[in-house]
C-alpha cells in the first residue's frame, strides 16, 4: 500500500533517438538519487526491443547489462519501470503474441524488475480482421491484454497504460466525450495506472481543471509523461530551462510525473535539477516563500551546481575514457513527425547530420578508413593554423606572409584568441546558452532581446538606407546604436561557442555542440547582414529591388507568432536559430542554414563582414597564393604581383564593393565571397571604366618587366563576355567564392556564401550564377549542396566553365 501511495516523479527515457548509455543512465541515477527523484522509466522508442522486436528476448549478454541497470536503480532508491511498446504490430487476438508479450515481460521480472508499463501511444487505430471480429473496439482490445498482463505478472503495485488516445489534442470528439477513454476508464483494472501528457503532445502547462476532467473520464487519478523538456521533433532545438507551467498543487490530481527530457543526456542537468525543486516543494506543508515553487530561484539553483560540473574534466563514468581521443561514427538520430524517414541522422524538414560523439560502449565500431583519413587532416589543417597563430613569424612555404601594418594577422591572434579564458565557461555564458536554448513555448531573455533588435533593425533599415539622407539624424544614431547592442550580443554567441569547444568537460561538448555551433553560424550571417544594410540596403530608386520589398522577403511571421496558446512546436521548427532565420531576406532556403557539423569541432573565432577597402591587400595576397599551390607553388619571377588578383576580384572590389563580403578568423583573412547586382550593367562599367584602367596599369610596351600582362588584359574581357539573355533574366545577379583550403570547419564558407546571398536578395536579386571548372568536383559538390543547379555549360559560350544557378 505505501508503494501504490508513493507519487511518482523522475525521468522516462521514452524519446525517438539513440538511447542513453548504460554508464550514461548511472550518472542518472546518482543525480535523481541527489535531487530527491524516486522513479525511471525504461522506453526509449529507438532500442529494436522495446519497440520493433518486442518479441524477442535479451540475450544473455543484454540480460546481464539489465539486471546491473535495475540493481543500480535499486540501490539507490529509485524505482525502475521497465516499458513495453507492441502496439505496432501486435494481434490482441493472437494467443501467440500474447505468450511472447508474457514471456518477454517474465524475463525482465527475472531480473528483479518490479514495476511495468504497457505502451501503445504513436500507433495506427485500426485493427486487423481477426481482432475487430474478437473485439468490440480498439479500446477494448488494448484493455484486455492490459489486464491478462497485469495479472499474469502478479499485480505489481505500478503498472502503466499509455492508452493511444494519451492527451486532450488526440481524444475524439474531447476528453469528456471520447468513447476511447470512457472504455479504458470503465474497463481497465483500478489499480492500473493511465498515463497522460496533457492538453498537447507537449503541453504549454498543466491545469488542475483539465486534469480533473481527464481524472474524471479515467475514473483514477493520471500519470503525467512530461514532454516539456523533449526535443526529438526538431533538430535543431534543445530545452535547457527549468521545469515550469506546473504548480506544486497539481500533486492533488495526479499518481504522479515522469519527465522525457532532452535527447542529449548532457542538456538535462537544469531540467532534473529544477524538477527535483518542483517535487520538494510540492512535499512542503508550511506555504511561506521560501517553500514555494519559484521556476526562476530553481534555475539559479541548478545554474550554480551546474557550473562546477561544466568546467570539470571529463569524467569517467560519463563517456568512455578508452576512446577520448577518437571520434566514433555518427549516432543515428531521429525525430518523431517524420518517423519514415529513420534512415536519416536526423527527423525534420531537412535533414542534418548530428555531430559524432565520442563511442559510449566500448563496443562502438572503429571508425571506417575514409573517416579516419578526413580526421587526421581535420586536425593537421587546425595544427598548421594553430600553429600560424602561435609563430605568426614562421610561415611555411606557401602559406600567407605578414599581414599589413594596422591590421596584421599576429595582432588579431593576439586581440582575438585570449578573449575568454580558455577551457573555462563563465556564469553569464551558461545564462546566455540557457536563454538560447530555453522552453519549446517561451524564449530566454537572450533569446527575447535578440530576436527584438533584429526585427526592429530590419523594420527601420531605411533610416540608413543608401538613401536615406531624408532621414532624422537622431533615427540613425539610434539604429545604429541598436545596431551595436545587436552585434555585441552576436559577439557574445561567437564567444560561447569557442568557450564550449574549449571547455574541459568533453562530455558536454559533444551533447551541446551542434546546437551551439548552428546558432553561432545563423548569428554569424544575421551580423553580417546588419553589418551590410547600414549604408548599402537600396531606396525606393532603384531599378532592382529597394528596402520596402526587403519587407516581404524577410520572414513577417516569428515562430512566437505561430506558435499560439494550441499549437504544438513542431508547427515551426528551428528555435531562436530558426526566427532569426526567417528575419532574413532568404530565410525561407533551409538548405543554406540547415548542414552538418564539422567532424572535428574547432575553437576558431571566425567573423564574416561586409569588406573595407583596406582588406584589398590581404585579399589580393590571398587569392595570389591559392593560385600558387594550384601551379605547384612556383610563381614566375615576370609576373606582377596584382596580377592575380586584377584578374579574379579587381573589377568588383573596384564596381561594386558593397557586395564584397569577407571571411577572418585570428590569424586574419581566409576567405571572401564577392558578388555583382546586375550582371548587364556591371559589364557595362567594366568595360567603359575597368578595362581601360587596366590597360593602363600594364601597357604593351617593349620594355615591359612583366611578360604576360597582354594576356591578363585579353582573359579580363573574355571574363566579361556576354550570357544569353535567358540566363540573366532570371538569374541577374554573379558570386565568386575564395576560402583557404586550412578551413576545417567548411561551414563558414556556407555561411559566407549566405550573407552575399541574402544582401543580394535584400536589393531585389531573384536568382544568382556562378561559373565554376569541371574540374573541380570540390566546388561543383559544394554549390549543389546549397541549391545551386547547373543552368548552362560552357560550350555554349566557348568557354570551359560550367555554370550553376540559384533562385533567390
Known amino acids: 500500500m505505501e508503494e501504490k501511495r508513493q507519487f511518482l516523479c523522475g525521468v522516462v527515457e521514452g524519446f525517438y533517438g539513440r538511447p542513453w548509455s548504460m554508464d550514461q543512465r548511472k550518472v542518472l541515477f546518482q543525480w535523481m538519487q541527489r535531487w530527491g527523484l524516486n522513479t525511471y522509466l525504461y522506453g526509449p522508442k529507438d532500442d529494436l526491443k522495446h519497440r520493433l522486436l518486442w518479441r524477442e528476448v535479451y540475450s544473455p549478454e543484454e540480460e546481464s ?89 502478479g499485480e505489481p503495485p505500478v503498472f502503466l497504460f499509455c492508452p493511444t488516445e494519451y492527451c486532450g489534442s488526440l481524444c475524439s470528439p474531447s476528453v469528456s466525450k471520447s468513447p476511447y477513454l470512457q472504455t479504458v476508464g470503465e474497463d481497465l483494472l483500478p489499480d492500473i495506472t493511465v498515463i497522460w501528457t496533457g492538453s498537447k503532445v507537449i503541453s504549454r502547462k498543466l491545469s488542475a481543471d483539465c486534469l480533473a476532467e481527464v481524472e474524471s473520464v479515467l475514473q483514477r487519478p493520471p500519470l503525467v509523461w512530461d514532454n516539456l523538456h523533449a526535443n526529438d521533433y526538431d533538430s535543431r532545438r534543445l530545452f535547457l530551462g527549468p521545469f515550469k507551467g506546473r504548480e506544486p498543487q497539481l500533486r492533488s490530481h495526479l499518481r504522479g510525473l515522469l519527465l522525457n527530457p532532452n535527447c542529449e543526456f548532457e542538456a538535462n542537468y537544469i531540467p532534473l535539477h529544477t524538477l527535483g525543486s518542483w517535487l520538494r516543494a510540492g512535499k512542503e506543508e508550511m506555504k511561506d516563500e521560501e517553500c514555494e515553487y519559484c521556476p526562476d530561484r530553481a534555475l539559479s539553483a541548478a545554474l550554480r551546481d551546474w557550473m562546477e560540473e561544466l568546467n570539470q574534466p571529463l569524467q569517467a563514468g560519463r563517456q568512455c575514457t578508452k576512446t577520448e581521443q577518437r571520434v566514433s561514427a555518427p549516432s543515428t538520430r531521429c525525430k518523431t513527425p517524420d518517423r519514415s524517414e529513420c534512415s536519416s541522422t536526423f527527423r525534420g524538414s531537412s535533414a542534418v547530420d548530428k555531430l559524432p560523439v565520442f563511442p559510449l560502449n566500448s563496443s562502438s565500431p572503429p571508425p571506417s578508413p575514409t573517416k579516419a583519413k578526413g580526421e587526421r587532416e581535420g586536425r593537421e589543417g587546425e595544427r598548421r593554423r594553430t600553429n600560424q597563430l602561435e ?63 533584429l526585427t526592429w533593425l530590419k523594420t527601420n533599415c531605411h533610416l540608413v538606407g543608401a538613401n536615406s539622407k531624408k532621414a532624422p539624424p537622431q533615427k540613425a544614431d539610434e539604429w545604429r546604436g541598436r545596431a551595436s547592442r545587436f552585434l555585441g550580443l552576436c559577439e557574445d554567441i561567437a564567444q560561447l561557442h569557442y568557450s564550449v569547444v574549449s571547455g574541459a568537460n568533453r562530455a558536454v561538448l559533444y551533447d551541446l555542440y551542434p546546437y551551439v555551433w548552428d546558432l553561432r553560424n545563423t548569428a554569424l550571417v544575421a551580423k553580417a547582414f546588419i553589418c551590410w544594410l547600414d549604408g548599402r540596403v537600396q531606396s525606393d530608386s532603384s531599378t532592382l529591388g529597394s528596402w520596402r520589398n526587403c519587407f516581404h522577403w524577410c520572414g513577417k511571421t516569428t515562430g512566437a507568432d505561430l506558435l499560439g496558446v494550441d499549437s504544438e512546436p513542431w508547427v515551426f521548427k528551428g528555435g531562436v536559430s530558426g526566427e532569426v532565420q526567417m528575419l532574413l531576406p532568404i530565410g525561407s532556403s533551409s538548405e543554406l542554414f540547415t548542414h552538418p557539423p564539422p567532424l ?107 611578360t604576360n600582362t597582354q594576356e591578363l588584359i585579353q582573359l579580363m574581357e573574355e571574363d566579361q563576355g556576354e550570357y544569353p539573355d535567358s540566363l ?7 558570386l565568386r567564392l575564395d576560402a583557404l583550403p586550412e578551413l576545417v570547419d567548411v561551414s563558414v564558407s556556407r555561411t559566407l556564401l549566405t550573407s552575399l546571398l541574402t544582401a543580394l536578395k535584400a536589393n531585389g536579386s531573384q536568382g544568382v550564377f556562378c561559373e565554376v571548372q569541371p574540374t573541380d568536383r570540390q566546388r561543383l559538390e559544394f554549390l549543389t549542396k546549397l541549391g545551386f543547379l547547373e543552368i548552362l555549360r560552357g560550350e555554349a559560350r566557348s568557354r570551359e566553365g560550367v555554370v550553376l544557378g540559384r533562385l533567390l
Open 65 to 153: 547489462q539489465l539486471r546491473m541497470l535495475i540493481a543500480e536503480a535499486q540501490s539507490r532508491g529509485l524505482r525502475f519501470v521497465y516499458a513495453l511498446s507492441p502496439g505496432q504490430d501486435i494481434v490482441f487476438s493472437s494467443s501467440c503474441d500474447l505468450t511472447l508479450l508474457k514471456r518477454k515481460l517474465r524475463q525482465v521480472s527475472d531480473l528483479g524488475c518490479q514495476a511495468f508499463a504497457i505502451l501503445f501511444d504513436d500507433i495506427d487505430h485500426s485493427m486487423c480482421q481477426a481482432d475487430s471480429e474478437a473485439f468490440a473496439s480498439f479500446a477494448h482490445a488494448q484493455v484486455t491484454v492490459t489486464n491478462e498482463i497485469y495479472r499474469f505478472l
Open 391 to 453: 609563430h605568426p613569424s614562421q610561415q611555411p612555404p606557401g602559406s600567407r606572409h605578414g599581414a599589413p601594418t594596422g591590421g596584421g594577422r599576429g595582432q588579431k591572434a593576439q586581440g582575438r584568441g585570449s578573449c575568454a579564458g580558455k577551457g573555462m565557461l563563465s556564469e553569464s555564458q551558461v545564462r546566455l546558452l540557457v536563454g538560447l536554448h530555453y522552453l519549446p513555448h517561451e524564449h530566454g531573455a537572450s533569446a527575447q532581446k535578440l530576436l527584438q533588435d
Open 600 to 706: 572535428f569541432p574547432t575553437s576558431r573565432l571566425y567573423n564574416v563582414r561586409p569588406y573595407h577597402s583596406k582588406d584589398k591587400v590581404e585579399l589580393y595576397r590571398m587569392v595570389r597564393q591559392l593560385h600558387l599551390r594550384t601551379q605547384g607553388g612556383q610563381e614566375s619571377t615576370t609576373s606582377h604581383p596584382d596580377i592575380i588578383g586584377d584578374r579574379c576580384l579587381g573589377p568588383c572590389l573596384a564596381l561594386c564593393p558593397e557586395y564584397s563580403f569577407i571571411l577572418e578568423d585570428e590569424l586574419g583573412v581566409c576567405g571572401c565571397v564577392l558578388g555583382i547586382l546586375d550582371v548587364r550593367a556591371f559589364a557595362k562599367r567594366c568595360q567603359a571604366t575597368w578595362i581601360p584602367a587596366m590597360r593602363d596599369k600594364y601597357p604593351p610596351r617593349a620594355n615591359n618587366t612583366y
Open 728 to 734: 540573366l533574366y532570371h538569374f541577374p545577379s554573379q
